[in-house]
């Protein structure tokens, strides 16, 4: 096997089917109300939050949220909803 068939396995497993998807497509799905619940009762989430947006913003923008998930070892949930959060605070 070649590195592009490594490359496609880590895409797909790790990083999930799920990359070309926006935060916005995700935020109209019926469920997004009951993830964000979810989330926002985990007892990490305020400090994941916290950190994403004193450390991981500054120096990566535009992180996705795969990415994001991946690097700190906490649910592609999670990390949806960080970024989305986020980013909606920025923007008011």
């Known amino acids: 096997m070649d590195a592009s068939w490594y490359k496609y396995i880590r895409d797909a497993v790790i990083l999930g089917s799920v990359k070309g998807l926006s935060l916005e497509e995700y935020v109209d799905n019926p469920l997004w109300t009951i993830l964000v619940e979810t989330v926002h009762k985990m007892i990490m989430y305020p400090h994941h939050k916290a950190y994403v947006q004193r ?19 906490i649910s592609r949930g999670e990390a949806l909803v960080i970024l989305y959060e986020l980013k909606k605070e920025k923007a008011e």
């Open 55 to 73: 450390e991981i913003l500054l120096e990566h923008p535009d992180v996705s949220f795969q990415e994001l998930a991946v690097n700190l070892e």
